[in-house]
């Protein structure tokens, strides 16, 4: 499943948090973001996603811990600071102008242009040539780059964004909640352009609530739960069940219990389900708060 690593992560963050004021937002996080590698962020809304992934971006400054880029500790002072060390972010709503062609939305803010002084034009011809290219090369065929991009599909959206940062030299793509407004064919899509961008070399960050869509393309799993860390997994550590089992979370099933119990009574098989998910919850969560502090999980 994985492409291409190396022994020094691209990114590394250790301990990172962020606090306004008395409230911590994200505290003592910690994981690592390889080349060839789809490390996934997972949780809950609320969880602490947002504020990790835009430290990465560099729309916000950490409080706490450290940054690494290449292994060196980085300071990103703005989004167009972290572009520039290669880490690309596709928000979920893709800032993108519906009804602009694909080939202008491909290359919105950084068009190539042609000609001299008064003569200095718009270069349509190589900007479709190379639109048309960078979506083949990710496996996306579009008849016509011309089209308006509010007419393809979220997921096709999506793909476009994704080539997009691949071809202007994205080296960490942060990917934030791609696949949460899509229904299943298209979240597949999605999934497959991932994994595609994954074994073209770049080290993706996947920040979703579904673990059903991170554990077939993700190589390392980060759980966040109300803006600390529950986990940090290589793939061989965790399965889907228990991923999901983590995610689910122990005390809420119990919640969820014993408020069934007194709607429906605690012999109804719902209800029994629920408990015995609790429990396995449980001994799940146990085991990961074992394994991320142990130093194989938090490498």
């Not at 949780?43 to 690494?68: C, Q, V, W, Y």
């Not at 572009?83 to 190539?112: C, H, K």
Request: glycine share 12%.
């Amino acid at each position: 499943m994985s492409g291409v690593s190396t022994d020094v992560p691209v990114v590394e963050v250790r301990g990172i948090g962020k606090s306004y004021g008395p409230v911590n937002a994200l505290a003592g996080v910690s994981t690592t973001v390889s080349a060839g590698q789809v490390t996934c962020v997972l949780g809950d809304n609320g969880a602490g996603k947002s504020t990790f992934i835009k430290m990465l971006a560099g729309a916000h400054t950490p409080s706490s811990g450290e940054l690494l880029v290449d292994g060196d500790p980085v300071t990103f002072s703005s989004p167009r600071a972290a572009l520039d060390a290669g880490i690309a972010t596709v928000y979920q709503d893709l800032a993108v102008v519906p009804l602009m062609p694909v080939w202008r939305n491909f290359f919105l803010g950084s068009e190539l242009t042609t000609g001299w002084g008064p003569l200095r034009r718009l270069d349509v011809k190589r900007m479709k040539q190379i639109t048309y290219t960078e979506l083949a090369n990710m496996g996306i065929d579009l008849r016509d780059v011309n089209q308006p991009i509010g007419t393809l599909s979220g997921g096709e959206r999506q793909c476009v964004a994704i080539a997009r940062a691949v071809y202007f030299g994205a080296r960490v793509l942060i990917l934030d909640e791609p696949t949460a407004a899509l229904g299943v064919k298209q979240s597949g899509v999605v999934l497959k352009y991932i994994a595609r961008a994954r074994d073209r070399g770049l080290g993706v960050v996947f920040i979703t609530h579904n673990p059903h869509h991170a554990y077939p393309v993700g190589d390392r799993f980060l759980l966040l739960n109300r803006g600390t860390s529950i986990g940090n997994f290589e793939k061989n550590e965790i399965s889907l069940s228990q991923l999901t089992s983590m995610m689910a979370g122990g005390a809420e099933l119990d919640s969820l219990a014993h408020e069934l119990q007194r709607e429906i009574g605690e012999d109804s098989p719902v209800v029994q389900e629920v408990v015995r998910e609790a429990e396995q919850s449980r001994r799940v969560e146990g085991a990961g708060e074992r394994s991320a502090s142990s130093p194989t999980a938090s490498a």
